[in-house]
Nanobody
Framework: QVQVVESGGGLVQAGGSLKLVCTVS????????MGWFRQTPGKEREGVSC????????YYADSVKGRFTISRDNAENTLYLNMGSLKPDDTAMYYCATVAGCNAQMRNLLGVWGQGTQVTVSS
């Protein structure tokens, strides 16, 4: 079955950086667009960024554009999110998933979520 494991979150001061890592098993990773989502208590999960299967096309939500960079290593079945110039508003649980539609309407294609990794940005 599909398994997704996110890591790399933590507590950081505003202006700092973090690198999130997502490893995926149970699928042919290189065939799937992948994305990062985030969620805060009481709010819906939102798409942050996604990347096509080959890694040549990316999408970023306006709120993170210019600060976050998504990338993937298809040989290692791994997805990354480099987060810079972090703001308190970036505080959330971050999840990765296969996506349908790498755009503002991105959604979880296979319906599988990992446990997420918590990012907390202090002011």
């Amino acid at each position: 079955q599909v398994q997704v494991v996110e890591s790399g979150g933590g507590l950081v001061q505003a202006g700092g950086s973090l690198k999130l890592v997502c490893t995926v098993s149970g699928i042919t990773f290189r065939n799937f667009p992948m994305g990062w989502f985030r969620q805060t208590p009481g709010k819906e999960r939102e798409g942050v960024s996604c990347i096509n299967s080959g890694g040549s096309t990316t999408y970023y939500a306006d709120s993170v554009k210019g600060r976050f960079t998504i990338s993937r290593d298809n040989a290692e079945n791994t997805l990354y999110l480099n987060m810079g110039s972090l703001k308190p508003d970036d505080t959330a649980m971050y999840y990765c998933a296969t996506v349908a539609g790498c755009n503002a309407q991105m959604r979880n294609l296979l319906g599988v979520w990992g446990q997420g990794t918590q990012v907390t940005v202090s002011s």
